[in-house]
Each structure stands twice: as structure tokens, then as C-alpha cells.
């Protein structure tokens, strides 16, 4: 017997943060979200985006036993930037029984139908700094910070339910050179001159002023709202939102894999980079105290892979070479840790722009993930 419940307390979301870490607590692929994050990202408190959105979780028991789950999202903001009448799926995990899936996704549509919605899509969140598409290749390759692992049933489980493919996106794997390339060091300081670019010295500013550090880290997520807004899936971050990725950002922070782009002391370009949290995650099991301090600790100061978090230019100083000095910065940072390789997070197939920056460097697309499409009716 199944039996699927919307849930509300404290107690029922922790079982249902839970039900992922203990599902694939002895996969070494899967990197379990830490409590910390998941409470705060439902909490209408903490995350500013229930002001223009909102949201329903559920839990499944089968015989008595917790099966599956998943969460609704309704994204008015969203909905409105496209014109579309869409409901959001996310945080879907479900053992492998599709009767349990069918479910889960019977609430979806009930819900979907009462709002007047016509498709439901996922898994994707509130915003596209969360983790967003389902993994349906490279199912043996480890996933990054910002990725959802899933098990390979669960892609034959959205064909049952009738899904199709709405936008797919890669994850590429770049190898890092031993050395840096002269052509791309001397063509970043040919650009810097010629715009009056210049790259922010994060290393001082964390130590001596990271007040002022707090703004230009600002300015960058105010490009990455700009930069992104045409992809598929994003909606405008709230300055709350920002805030709360900037302590993200800070939690990871290698001021050598940060590359800022100042022109008359404003930002306008930079790039992200984080030490690999994989070990990390996976030793916290959903705290980082006290289990994962000393893997935090040895992430930190051995750093053998790192993951992409973002890139982005302002409008007005696009096709003005800023990328080859973000490219050039963050290497030089990546060979003086002894980085090996750039586990890249999600990007569209069809995003030629950021593609082609990776063009002269050994890659390969390591996984692909999906957002799937349900008509309601």
C-alpha cells in the first residue's frame, strides 16, 4: 500500500532532506546537500524567493516505509517572464518502484490542475544557483557541490510517466596544463591595457577589507542575474538571494581561483571557482560538524580537482576580451594549488558562447542532465 502525505513540520522535512543522504549514503558518486542549506532553501524566512513563489512537499510510504519524495513549485516570477503556465518538480527521490513515482507525481498534477497549470518541469528549483536538471548520463562520474545524483531507473521511470525532453544541459571536464599558455597571458595584458581592465587582488581584500570585498562580490552577482537571465530556467535574483550566495561563495573561497575584472574600480566581469566539496559532503552526512571538519580542512589546502561555480560579463564590455583574462587568472591560480582537473557545473547543449571558451583545453562532456516536461492534462 502507498500512502503519499503533504508535509509541514520541522520533524517530517528533516526526514525528507534525510531520505537522500540515506539513500545513497554508500555511493561514491552522490554528494548529499547539507541540512543547513535544505531547511534554509524551504524556509520562506530565509530564502527570499517565496515572495514570488511557493511550494509543496511531499513524502511517500510504501507499507509503512518512507519511499519517495518530492516538492512542487509554483514560480510565479518565473511564470511570468515566459508567459508559461508551468509548476515546477525538484527534490524528486524515489526507490525503484514506479508505482511510488506515479504517486508522488499524482500530487503534482492535482495541484498543477488546481492553479491552472498546463505542464509541469524539472527537476529544477527556485533559482537557477540551485541544482537543477536530472543526471541521465555519467552515472559513474562524481558530482559536484551544485549537482543532483540520481540513480539510472529514475530516467526510465519519467518515460513511464510520459515525460519528454525539455532542455538538456553538460558537464564538461577540463584537463589543467602544466603550464600557462604565453599567447593567452600576453593577449590578457594586451586587453587590460587597451580597456583599462584590471584584476582585483581578492587575497588583500579578504584579509584587510572584506567590507569592500562584500560589494565587489556584490557586483559580480549582479552580472551573473544580468548575464544569465536569457537561459532557460532563471528568474531575477532578489538582493536577499544574493547575499545569501555570497556566504556560499565565502565558505569555499581560494582567492587564487577568483578572478574579478575592474574597470574604473566596478566590476565588469568574473569568475568563480571552488575546491571539489565531494569528500566533504559526503563524510558530513548532512552536518559539516563535527564529521566533515577535517575533510573541509584537507579540501581546502589539497586541492586536486575544482568546481566551476560561474561566469559572467557585463553587457556593455561583451566581445571585449575580459573571458581571456578570467581564463588566465583563474589557470595561473589552478597550477600554483596543483589543481589536475575543472569539473565544469551544468550548461546548456546549446550555449556556444560558453562552450567555445574551453575550445583550446582537453575536455570532455563527462555527464548530461535533463529537465523534463509533463502535460498536465
Known sequence: MIKVK?????RDKKKFFKFLIDMYKHNEYAVPNLYMDE??????????????????????????????????????GANEKTGLKQLRFTRF???????????????????AKELGMNEIIGPISFSDL??????????????????????PYYVEHMKKLGAYKVVDWDCYRLTVPDKCDEKIKKLSEKIAEKNGYTVLDVKYYLKHDKKKLDDYIMQCLDILDEAYSPLYGTSPLSEKQKWREMKTIYMALVPEFAAVILKDDKVIAYGFLIPSMNKVLQKAGGSIFPRGIIPYIKAMSHIEVADMMSIGIASEHKNKGAVAMIIHHCLEGLIQHGVK?????????????????????EKEIAKRRRCWGIKVD
Open 130 to 151: 540551485n541544482e537543477e536538471g536530472m543526471l541521465i548520463e555519467g552515472f559513474d562520474r562524481p558530482s559536484t557541490y551544485i549537482e543532483i545524483y540520481n540513480h
Open 39 to 76: 531547511f534554509g532553501e524551504f524556509n520562506p524566512k530565509i530564502n527570499d524567493a517565496f515572495r514570488f513563489a511557493d511550494c509543496k512537499m511531499f513524502l511517500a510510504y510504501k507499507d509503512g516505509k518512507l519511499a519517495g519524495r518530492i516538492a512542487g513549485i509554483w514560480h510565479r
Open 6 to 10: 503533504q508535509i509541514y513540520s520541522k
Open 341 to 361: 582537473y575543472v569539473e565544469g557545473g551544468p550548461q546548456l547543449e546549446n550555449n556556444r558562447h560558453i562552450q567555445n571558451l574551453w575550445k583550446n583545453y
Open 93 to 111: 527521490d524515489v526507490i525503484d518502484d514506479f508505482e511510488v513515482t506515479k504517486a508522488l507525481f499524482a500530487e503534482l498534477f492535482k495541484w
